[in-house]
């Protein structure tokens, strides 16, 4: 019995099917059941490859008979099954599945079909091992095809793979690029691929690709027998896939407002005044923050002894002391703007055709995103487009408080500062830095030197019980600087506008971009414009 290509399918799955006359000619080449008798049964495990014996396209008349075979890697009893792919038209195999003998050698005989085509027959065994062989038809004979890609587009080439479905139209094979046909052929780029033993007669689909990102397909008949039959095909990029996007993405500043340092100067002097609220001096504050912390009789007895040995005037502090070293350390943050880097994230598609993506911040200007006033669950939303020639371009919004970004900056001014001190103390926050400043310590002393009694600043607090209540205070006071943009209602906005050049993967996914941003910063004292280098990569940015 003859497997035509309808029943090949069901024969797959398993079921048993009767063979011919054919199949009990064994030559060495597989066992198979005769009729009546039980299917195959292979022994256990897999090979770990499976080859046909011919190594190039097999070439045959309308309606003959030719035998294929196959082997295993390692030799072995296994079950091959056999399908046909394509436009087989009504040929047919006389078995579906044949246990290979000792050797790892089995046979099936393919009968051709009865007008000219191209096709595949497939071998597969349990696990991956799998091959194909495609089998071309014709009574007219047969040619060559070399294929002359024309690509204008921007994508880098490393090697053309030529294709050609017989009895196909370039619209039964939809896509860029489109699916290769049977028979097919590789070349570097520099190069034309040939498709050799094309049969001629039916209408060909000849396409071109480079993996799989782009690709073209033209339709071919009266091809001429024995000769190179050239052919043009114009290939086009396969639309960049920015649903899959996944992106390390970085912003950098490089250009700023005429009016940059003022505007911020601004916002620099509205959080440090935030520190000392009300208070007419750095002191005052200072010493009301260190009552706050006390409760009664203790608040009582601090603010009695306060007013009796006049400490608002004994403390050692400039009237705006705390608030112009604060003030100094954000100037020496905000160097950290205008860097190559200043804002670093991920960038992930959102939208089913990849028109929308978050950004999910990492860092800002070497501060991570929660210490900068950032959001960091990655709802920064942005529009993500494409257009032809790889260009991309990305925009959207990032919100932040601005009181948090720059007391986050006033870090780097603070680390510099302490290490600028005697014994060049090690801070890891502001408010460290600010006790040294300030001098906790000595004002314990002071206080101290200063009470009813012996080494008594107050009731029965001391030199260290007042140094702590000073620690104390300007945690309070910097809190106070940190929370300024949240008690006045001010959120900052940075509106994005980035365009680059993208490069692709083979599947046209976006593998990385160049290129530059413009935005506009909103302090909340005044709109600056802004700018620089843009990026994204698959891999960490170095």
């Given at each position: ?9 069901v ?15 064994r ?26 014996f ?13 035998t ?5 890697e ?7 099954r ?7 038209l ?8 044949v ?7 089995a ?7 009865t ?8 071998a ?6 799998s ?9 007219l ?66 396409t071109?690709?480079a ?17 190179i039959?050239?052919?043009?095909v ?5 639309p ?7 992106l ?30 009300e ?67 991920r ?15 990492a ?14 669950d ?8 494409a ?5 991309v ?10 009181s948090?970004?720059f ?28 006790v ?7 004002i314990?002393?002071?206080l ?11 009731s ?23 929370d ?9 906005t ?33 709109e ?5 280098p ?6 960490p940015?170095?």
């Amino acid at each position: 019995m003859l497997l035509h290509k309808a029943t090949v399918g069901v024969a797959i799955l398993g079921l048993t099917v009767a063979c011919g006359s054919a199949s009990s000619d064994r030559e060495g080449f597989g066992n198979t059941a005769g009729p009546g008798g039980a299917g195959p049964t292979a022994s256990a495990g897999a090979p770990d490859s499976l080859t046909f014996f011919d190594d190039d396209t097999v070439t045959v008349a309308t309606s003959e008979g030719r035998t294929l075979r196959v082997r295993t890697e390692p030799p072995g009893e296994y079950l091959v099954r056999f399908a046909l792919l394509g436009e087989s038209l009504d040929a047919s195999l006389d078995r579906a599945e044949v246990l290979t003998d000792s050797l790892g050698e089995a046979k099936v005989v393919l009968t051709a079909p009865t007008r000219p085509t191209a096709f595949e027959v497939r071998a597969s065994s349990v696990g991956a091992a799998s091959a194909r062989l495609p089998v071309s038809v014709s009574e007219l004979g047969f040619a060559t095809i070399e294929v002359v890609p024309q690509y204008t587009g921007n994508r880098p080439i490393g090697l053309w793979t030529a294709s050609v479905a017989a009895g196909t139209t370039c619209a039964d094979l939809p896509g860029v690029p489109p699916p290769d046909g049977p028979l097919s052929n590789s070349a570097f780029a520099d190069q034309f691929p040939r498709i050799e033993d094309v049969p001629v007669g039916p209408v060909l689909a000849v396409t071109v690709r480079a993996d799989q990102f782009a690709g073209g397909c033209v339709e071919l008949e009266n091809v001429i027998p024995r000769e190179i039959n050239q052919i043009t095909v114009a290939v086009s990029d396969r639309p960049m896939q920015l649903a899959e996007t996944d992106l390390l993405v970085e912003l950098g500043v490089d250009s700023t407002d005429p009016d940059w340092a003022a505007t911020l100067d601004g916002t620099i002097e509205s959080v440090t005044r935030a520190m000392v609220g009300e208070a007419v001096s750095d002191t005052v504050a200072l010493l009301d923050a260190m009552g706050m912390s006390l409760s009664d009789p203790e608040a009582v007895a601090f603010a009695a002894q306060r007013s009796a040995a006049a400490w608002d005037s004994l403390l050692p502090i400039a009237q705006t002391g705390l608030r112009d070293e604060a003030a100094a350390w954000m100037r020496v943050g905000l160097t950290k703007l205008e860097a190559p880097d200043v804002f670093e994230g991920r960038l992930q598609s959102s939208g089913r055709v990849g028109e929308r993506a978050t950004l999910a911040l990492a860092s800002v200007a070497g501060l991570d995103p929660a210490s900068a006033g950032f959001s960091v669950d990655g709802n920064n939303n942005f529009t993500w487009t494409a257009e032809p020639g790889d260009t991309v371009q990305l925009g959207g919004p990032l919100f932040w408080t601005p009181s948090k970004l720059f007391t986050g900056l006033a870090l780097f001014g603070a680390t510099e500062a302490a290490l600028a001190m005697p014994g060049s103390p090690t801070v890891q926050t502001v408010p460290e830095a600010l006790v040294l400043h300030v001098g906790c310590a000595s004002i314990g002393q002071t206080l101290a030197d200063s009470g009813p009694g012996a080494g008594v600043a107050y009731s029965s607090c001391d030199a260290d019980c007042v140094e702590a209540l000073c620690t104390d205070a300007v945690h309070r006071l910097w809190q106070r600087a940190i929370d300024a943009s949240g008690v006045a209602g001010q959120i900052g906005t940075l509106d994005i506008t980035a365009t680059g050049q993208a490069g692709v993967d083979e599947e046209a996914r976006p593998l990385a971009f160049d290129g530059t941003w413009v935005g506009r910063l909103d302090v909340g004292l005044g709109e600056l414009s802004v700018g620089g280098p843009a990026r994204g990569s698959t891999d960490p940015p170095k």
